[in-house]
């Protein structure tokens, strides 16, 4: 029997269970004011590859350029976003920042409980329980111009329509977002209205999965797409639109992706549509730090460097490249204005 | 000893602590500040931590009774979760349809309601199993995917979603609320801090009651013998004139009410509307660690609950102030499970007398989680 091992580790592990409760004694404080920044991730994690991952590049940032003491907790269900919040705001934190819209209504209660703490929010505001805006004075909102990201991969799409470069030339090209709700229709917009810029007689698909999460239901729209002809299909749906990248794949059209670099999600992967979290956080820390915090929102687009594309598995052909170059250029000078609405 | 199990667990956490270079002492101390709010070092509040482990413990407590009264009927009920969310569900649809009532009234709908939501739930996986041999652990898995997939067809799109895209549902009205034990107020300063900061609510009193309740029924009641008796040998308590089809049934009824009670506090105490965190909500099945720690006792269910609530509130502790991923929470708890499952806790029962007298209702032959193999190979009741 090997009760007797058993109860020598039981001894081991009380000797353990004292020596902990007298140590932990850490810590002792600085003379000069070093800001404190709290990241609380949504149930996705830091190793998301998308928003709570840039949150955290934003933060590592922040973190080597300016005093900075930065602190992230992972929640690890939905029950966890009032008590991270909470333990930062408790503990005096100069800035909180609530990384995606699942912790809206979080944000919002915790904000009203303190009212001397300043919080940031990532594509959300702070809530009550019908979804409503708080407006607290001590809530700031980092918003994106999703249009402006969806356009510059518009402007891929229907250059390689227009220039034969795409890989069946039908000019048709599609759009498969999850939810019908505004921050997917704004990529979408924006990528309908630069693509028709671009080619006038593209036809632009757009489907819905109802869904962000399973790809399967994703990968049903972008196969029915295909077999319209389209091939090159923007995904627009989160976790789902993983579908439409693979499906992409398998009938050898291009794709692009979103929200973050998605370049290694599938080879059929030319470009993606980026929202610059991490200069989004950056730029919120970087505004606390210099006593500039502002309540209400604070909108990211290409003309800030918080919007924008990457080129992926793609050899981008010169001529492009300056058309995407002066596309831009236009959108930063205000001379053109990609459009929040999908255009008919 | 279950004991045994959990100090196992902490010392093969702290080695692997110590493997990746990380220091054992901080992280347990963070987990001890943050679950029991003692010996805090950077400014945590005591009262806070305290009150976010009892929110963590009411669920696991009545989840925990909802798992370990079938066991004593030689019932493994993996489907607390699915009976929780049906709780959750009803409570929500009821205290959203009426929001209007007052309290009096509309508080025990939607807590009865709760628990009738529940009780059918696992009630379908009783009478599958009394009739057809149907086994448990199977059917209740299978509702657990039926009750989350609902719940996402509900607010996701469905009739209790509050607008579109939003993913949760409208509030229930303010009757169907329990009160949290201080006033939700942000201006009255207590402990130092806001009121509406500490999230514990009246619910505590609920799984206390639940857990006394559960102990009454078990060793109190005819009914709880002929748990027991069918627990023990289906063969005898049928020769003893015991129904053992009746008494499935009915404890899976009872099990599922106390797990669509945990549902519907979890509502009414502290979400108020159904959101996309029921998703992955993890509850009933942390339950069923809570139930084999507490070796099936009520007070030992207690202590499981207890030291669950206060993992769970210790592991976002750790993170921020020990640097250490609050992952090794998980690796902690399904530790403990481990240990309890490979049999250390049968082993040094044997061993030690004191053990055998801690716990005189279980057949020491027959620990926790060998009553699931030795229930497989029972043939279907009633086909005999």
């Known amino acids: 029997m090997g009760h007797k091992r058993l109860r020598f580790l039981g001894v081991v592990a009380a000797a353990m269970v004292f020596t902990l409760a007298c140590g932990g004694t850490t810590g002792g404080g600085t003379p000069t004011k070093t800001y404190k920044i709290g990241l609380v991730t949504d149930i996705g994690g830091l190793n998301d590859k998308s928003f709570n991952h840039l949150a955290d590049v934003g933060l590592e940032k922040a973190k080597t350029d300016f005093k900075i003491q930065a602190d992230v907790k992972e929640s690890k269900s939905g029950d966890d976003y009032v008590p991270n919040l909470t333990d930062f705001a408790t503990k005096n934190y100069d800035l909180v920042i609530g990384v995606g819209f699942l912790m809206q209504e979080a944000v919002g209660t915790v904000s009203g409980q303190f009212p001397n703490i300043h919080f940031a929010i990532i594509d959300g505001a702070g809530t009550d329980s019908k979804g409503t805006d708080l407006k607290h004075s001590n809530v700031q909102s980092l918003f994106f111009k999703e249009q402006d990201a969806g356009a510059m991969v518009g402007v891929i799409a229907g250059w390689l329509e227009k220039n034969g470069k795409a890989k069946k030339n039908k000019h048709v090209v599609g759009a498969v977002g999850g939810i019908s709700i505004p921050p997917v229709n704004h990529y979408i917009a924006g990528y309908k ?152 | 000893m279950p004991v045994g199990s959990v100090l196992f667990a902490f010392v093969i956490g702290a080695l692997i602590c110590v493997v990746t270079g990380a220091n054992p002492i901080a992280a347990y101390a963070g987990l001890v500040c943050g679950g029991l709010g003692i010996g805090c070092t950077q400014g945590e509040n005591p009262a806070l931590q305290i009150s976010n482990t009892i929110v963590f413990f009411i669920p696991l407590v009545t989840t925990g009774v909802a798992v370990a009264l079938p066991f004593r009927a030689g019932l493994f009920n993996i489907g607390a979760e699915g009976q929780l969310l049906a709780g959750s569900v009803a409570c929500c649809a009821i205290g959203i349809k009426f929001a209007d009532l007052p309290a009096p009234i509309l508080l025990p709908m939607v807590l009865v309601g709760g628990m009738a939501a529940g009780a059918i739930w696992a009630g379908i996986a009783g009478v599958l199993k009394a009739t057809v041999g149907a086994h448990e652990v199977v059917t209740t898995i299978m509702l657990n995917y039926v009750a989350q997939w609902l719940v996402r067809f509900l607010i996701v799109g469905g009739p209790l979603e509050l607008a579109p895209g939003t993913s949760k549902s409208h509030p229930i009205g303010a009757g169907a609320q329990l009160p949290t034990l201080l006033p939700a107020d942000n201006s009255v300063i207590i402990f130092g801090l806001p009121a509406s900061v500490f999230r514990v609510h009246s619910g505590l009193f609920i799984a206390v009651v639940a857990a006394a309740v559960f102990a009454f029924l078990l060793w109190r009641t005819a009914f709880g013998y002929e748990i027991r008796a069918v627990g023990q040998s289906q063969k005898a308590a049928r020769y003893a004139g015991v129904s053992v089809r009746r008494t499935i049934v009915l404890t899976m009824l009872i099990a599922g009410a106390f797990s669509g009670l945990a549902g519907a506090v979890q509502i009414a105490g ?115």
């Not at chain 1, 319209?228 to 299909?233: I, Y």
């Not at chain 1, 923007?234 to 670099?261: E, N, R, T």
């Not at chain 1, 800030?304 to 300056?322: F, H, Q």
């Not at chain 1, 995407?324 to 609405?341: C, F, N, R, V, Y």
Request: hydrophobic fraction near 45%.
């Open chain 1, 193 to 344: 209205w630069a693509a028709k810029m671009e080619d006038p007689s593209i036809q632009v698909l757009v489907g819905y999965s109802n869904n962000f999460t399973d790809p399967a239901k994703c990968a049903g729209v972008a196969t029915s797409q295909i077999n319209q002809g389209a091939d090159v299909l923007f995904q627009v749906a989160g976790g789902c639109g993983l579908g439409v990248l693979q499906s992409a794949g398998k009938a050898s059209v291009y794709s692009i992706g979103v929200d973050a670099d998605q370049k290694d999600a599938d080879p059929s992967v030319i470009a993606s549509a980026l929202k610059k979290v991490d200069v989004a956080t950056y730029t919120a820390i970087k505004n606390v730090v210099n006593n500039q915090f502002q309540a209400g929102a604070l909108t990211f687009e290409i003309k800030n460097g918080g919007a924008g594309y990457s080129v992926d598995n793609l050899d981008l052909p010169a001529e492009l490249k300056a058309e995407l170059d002066k596309i831009e250029g236009q959108i930063k000078s205000g001379a053109l204005t990609p459009p929040a609405d999908i255009p008919a």
């Open chain 2, 270 to 384: 502290v979400d108020h509307n159904l959101t996309d965190k029921f998703f992955n909500d993890t509850t009933g099945f942390d339950a069923i660690a809570v139930a084999l720690l507490g070796l099936g006792s009520a007070v030992g269910i207690v202590l499981a609950a207890l030291l669950f609530g206060a993992l769970h509130t210790g592991g976002a502790i750790m993170q921020s102030d020990a640097g250490i991923s609050s992952n090794l929470v998980l690796v902690l708890q399904a530790l403990i499970l481990f240990s309890i499952a490979a049999n250390f806790v049968g082993a040094i029962r044997r061993g030690l007398p004191f053990g055998r007298r801690a716990s005189p209702e279980l057949p020491t032959e027959l620990p926790p989680a060998a009553g699931l193999m030795t229930e497989a190979a029972v043939p279907p009741p009633g086909k005999t």
